[in-house]
């Protein structure tokens, strides 16, 4: 059982490169999130999906696009890296978005290095 | 001030100690509070989640909290090499959904045999 998977597990970047970030669940899953953990920041939401055909901006979300492209999948795109957006992005999904203490589901981390 | 202030540690204690991890928040709608564990080069998974006040027990692992405080504990007893991991506190005032979570920085905790 996969859970949430994401692609790659590391990249480096030069600055002004792009990039898109895949994350894919197998869990039937309405929700899904893109997080970025930073040291002495802890997690900080980028983008949000609250179900199929919808996105919404999270905290920290200027640098960053995202495309709900089917239930399953949610992309995280980087038109123009900084090295500001060097950190470990997390891919997550919750069964849906209704309920605070549903649990969410996390991948096992993108650690990207932009140079 | 943030909204979730989490001491970063590290925490080294002994096999078998009592450990004591804590969050303070300055929020006083809060009142959904759970506590993530995340392994080295891992995603954070879900361990306790307590709504309000009180303590809620899980095996070796208790979640307490104090509104009046605005401060919320997790004890671990009995502690284990396999309990070395990074804990994130993470809180919200609304039960409708996750993007409203707000998470500490995490405090590493490593538990030597």
């Known amino acids: 059982n996969a859970g949430v998977t994401q692609t790659p597990k590391f990249q480096v970047l030069k600055t002004g490169q792009s990039m898109t970030l895949q994350c894919a669940q197998d869990?039937?899953?309405?929700?899904m999130y893109w997080y970025r953990q930073d040291p002495g920041m802890g997690l900080r939401l980028i983008y949000y999906?609250?179900?199929?055909?919808?996105?919404d901006k999270g905290e920290v979300p200027n640098g960053y696009n995202v495309s709900r492209l089917n239930k399953r999948e949610f992309s995280l795109r980087l038109e123009s890296a900084a090295p500001s957006q060097t950190s470990v992005y997390f891919c997550?999904?919750?069964?849906?978005?209704?309920?605070?203490?549903?649990?969410?589901?996390f991948g096992s981390g993108t650690q990207l290095s932009v140079l | 001030q943030k909204e979730v202030e989490q001491d970063p540690g590290p925490l080294s204690v002994p096999e078998g100690a009592i450990v004591s991890l804590n969050c303070t928040y300055s929020?006083?709608?809060?009142?959904?509070f759970m506590w993530y564990r995340q392994y080295s080069r891992k995603g954070p998974e879900l361990l306790m989640y307590?709504?309000?006040?009180g303590n809620k027990e899980d095996g070796r692992f208790t979640a307490q909290v104090d509104k009046s405080s605005k401060y919320i504990s997790l004890f671990i007893r009995d502690s284990q090499p396999s309990d070395s991991a990074t804990y994130l506190c993470?809180?919200?005032?609304?039960?409708?959904?996750?993007?409203?979570?707000?998470f500490g920085k995490g405090t590493k905790l490593t538990v030597n045999p």
């Open positions: 997550a999904s919750q069964r849906y978005d209704a309920r605070v203490d549903e649990k969410l589901f």
């Open positions: 869990m039937n899953h309405n929700s």
């Open positions: 999906s609250a179900s199929e055909g919808t996105t």
């Open positions: 929020n006083s709608a809060f009142q959904y």
């Open positions: 307590t709504y309000s006040s």
């Open positions: 993470a809180m919200s005032a609304d039960q409708g959904g996750s993007e409203k979570l707000v």
